[in-house]
């Protein structure tokens, strides 16, 4: 195979290593000499994110140039590789902490206390003595687990799609590193399972339920042949015009080095089985009140008590449920909770889709026509617009079982990369009339896709990182956008859709804290997020699964969409007569990915500008 010739460059050993070469080498390179600026640290603590997780060069479009060599390389996911990133980011906190951040411009000491709290978050959660911290990767910064692999979580539910929607193809030169990183994706394989053995020991067992779901997704994967994974065939089809067989390479890799490592992870987790046990909260693991603390704090970007959480999302309930009656009365939905009216509004056959693939393509020409839409109105909502480029594209079918019913984000840096809103299409029932449009908006337009174009005008460090209760407070914020925008006016059945969307969101406040604070079984959690809010009991089971592998990243939603509608509140009140609805709009997002507390003060001072003008 032509790809054995730089195989040394992926192993465990040889990937930390360059990694730290790499990571001083950039920085010398960049001045000579020790530092000249306090700027200068954050070219450093830029090298050390692409070269601690490679991923990200790819995925935000600067793998080429100086960034190059790491388009062959992947984030070194073994124990070793772990610690070495570890010891990198505490040695960068170190530097940060000693800059005066006072003596500095506003944007650059803007930027430096949001790195900073990035990489304090980063570090404490390494303190933790287990779990997968991923606050500094772009790619899955959002996903912080106590799991090395779930059915969220790990290598193989990531990898394949990354390569899928991040590695681009131009060349010979560009499918040969496709070929290195398989060969790096069977030793992140084993990297994980070394963890998940070292986890193992230390009492870090993914509950029964979970560990069944995936076993199963790998099992599934281990039971195809190689030529139909979706890792071969994506190269595949990518080089399928340069006369050389890049997809029977792939094949024969993945027979002959991911196919071994999938199973040995099956056979890890296969021996942790038996001590499994129902428990799905965090608290059951060692130190378990501790790393929700921490899991919290950093999906919140804010110190609330998981008290505090649970009761926030019961008054938000209470709320919405209060503004969703007087629409189900109208529509003639008078008796039960509101929970049991939208249960029986979601049977309605006029706001399903049809089964199976005649279903799947209504869905994603439903999507097409929304999204139409709402491009059209994007004016009424910013001064400063953006491209909004982007692709809708189903979820691999081997993942869909573990997957989310939708997710999305921005292509790369130099917009020759689309973004992505993914949708889970295993089952047609995921989705109705009614809810699909504000999920459109929350994914995509404009939301997650649109936002993250407004990060490609930040210094690039600040396109690397995302704070979970940023991005996700905005996509909420996104569908009150279009709610204000009048996309209901004709369709009060859809603005159901859209406030159930947000008492969704507050539920997950209730259930989050619920299993991981307050002992919650699987089965209660269930039980009240669908008597509570009247939601699809397949979508909720695949959300509390997703809770119990993630915690606290579920919190994220309502506790950012609450601060961004109370700084609006405050802006109006301080500014009046000057307030304007666009012009907030855009600081928000031309703020760029902060902290809640960052959020705060980005906010205050467009206030001041704005009485100036």
């Known amino acids: 195979m032509s790809v054995s010739r730089r195989t040394l460059l992926q192993t465990s050993a040889a990937a930390a290593a360059t990694s730290a070469l790499a990571f001083t080498g950039c920085a010398t390179q960049s001045t000579g000499t020790a530092p000249q600026s306090d700027m200068d640290l954050m070219d450093q603590a830029t090298d050390l994110i692409l070269n601690a997780y490679p991923e990200t060069a790819s995925s935000a479009g600067i793998d080429t140039g100086k960034y190059r060599y790491l388009k062959s390389q992947l984030t070194d996911r073994s124990p070793a590789g772990q610690a070495a990133i570890e010891s990198d980011v505490r040695a960068m906190l170190a530097k940060l902490n000693q800059v005066d951040t006072a003596a500095l411009p506003e944007d650059e000491a803007l930027t430096f206390d949001v790195v900073r709290s990035v990489f304090e978050t980063t570090a404490e959660g390494f303190d933790l003595p287990y779990g997968d911290v991923a606050l500094l990767n772009s790619n899955w910064s959002y996903r912080n687990s106590p799991y090395v692999v779930a059915q969220n979580t790990g290598a193989f539910v990531e990898i394949p799609s ?19 990183r398989m060969e790096a994706y069977a030793q992140q394989l084993d990297g994980e399972t070394a963890r998940v053995r070292e986890n193992g020991e230390k009492g870090v067992i993914l509950p ?8 199963g997704q790998l099992r599934d994967t281990d039971a195809k042949p190689a030529k139909d994974w979706s890792i071969v065939k994506t190269l595949a089809t990518k080089t399928a015009e340069f006369g050389t067989p890049f997809g029977e390479r792939a094949a024969l890799l993945a027979e002959q080095k991911i196919r071994p490592a999938i199973k040995r992870q099956i056979a890890a ?10 428990n799905a909260g965090v608290w059951a693991l060692p130190d378990g009140d501790a790393y929700y603390d921490w899991a919290l704090k950093a999906s919140t970007t804010t110190n609330m008590s998981p008290e505090e959480v649970h009761q926030m999302g019961l008054d938000e309930l209470k709320e919405l449920h209060a503004q969703m009656d007087p629409i189900l009365r109208s529509a003639g939905y008078t008796t039960g909770s509101v929970g049991e009216r939208m249960t029986a509004l979601s049977k309605d056959p006029r706001y399903q889709f049809s089964e199976g693939d005649k ?17 059209g109105r994007m004016p009424e909502a910013f001064e400063t ?17 573990g997957a989310p019913g939708a997710y999305g984000g921005a292509g790369s840096i130099d917009g020759k990369k689309p973004g992505h809103f993914w949708i889970n299409l295993r089952t047609t029932d995921l989705h109705s009339k009614f809810s699909l449009p504000d999920l459109t908006y929350h994914e995509a337009i404009p939301g997650h896709v649109w936002q993250g174009e407004y990060t490609f005008k930040q210094p690039l460090i600040r396109s690397l990182l995302a704070f979970n209760a940023y991005s996700e407070g905005w996509a909420l914020y996104a569908e009150q956008i279009a709610d204000e925008l009048g996309v209901y006016d004709d369709f009060p059945i859809g603005r159901l859709g859209y406030l159930q969307s947000l008492a969704f ?49 579920a919190c994220g939603y309502k506790v950012g969409h609450s601060a961004i509608v109370g700084l609006r509140a405050k802006a109006k009140a301080e500014l009046g007569d000057k307030f304007d609805y666009r012009r907030f709009n855009d600081a928000v997002v031309l703020g760029g990915s902060v902290p809640m507390t960052v959020l705060g003060e980005v906010i205050d001072k467009y206030i001041e500008r704005e009485k100036r003008a």
């Not at 987790?269 to 129902?278: G, I, M, Q, V």
């Not at 909004?388 to 691999?396: D, H, N």
Request: glycine share 4%.
């Open 162 to 180: 990354f390569l899928d929607s991040s590695h681009a193809i131009e060349e010979h030169s560009d499918a040969d590193s496709y070929l290195l």
């Open 208 to 215: 029964d339920f979970l560990m069944e779901k995936t076993l």
């Open 269 to 278: 987790l296969e021996n942790l089985a038996p001590r499994a046990t129902s």
């Open 359 to 375: 279903g799947r393509a209504e869905i994603m020409a439903f999507i097409e026509e929304t999204l139409t839409d709402i491009r």
């Open 385 to 401: 617009l953006v491209p909004g480029f982007l692709e809708v594209t189903r979820i691999a079918p081997e993942v869909e079982a």
């Open 505 to 553: 969101r507050a539920c997950r406040l209730v259930v989050d804290t619920g299993l991981h604070a307050k002992r919650w079984t699987r089965e209660e959690a269930i039980d009240w997020f669908v008597t509570n809010n009247g939601s699809n009991p397949e979508e909720v089971r695949s959300e509390v699964d997703r809770y119990c592998a993630w915690p606290g990243q």
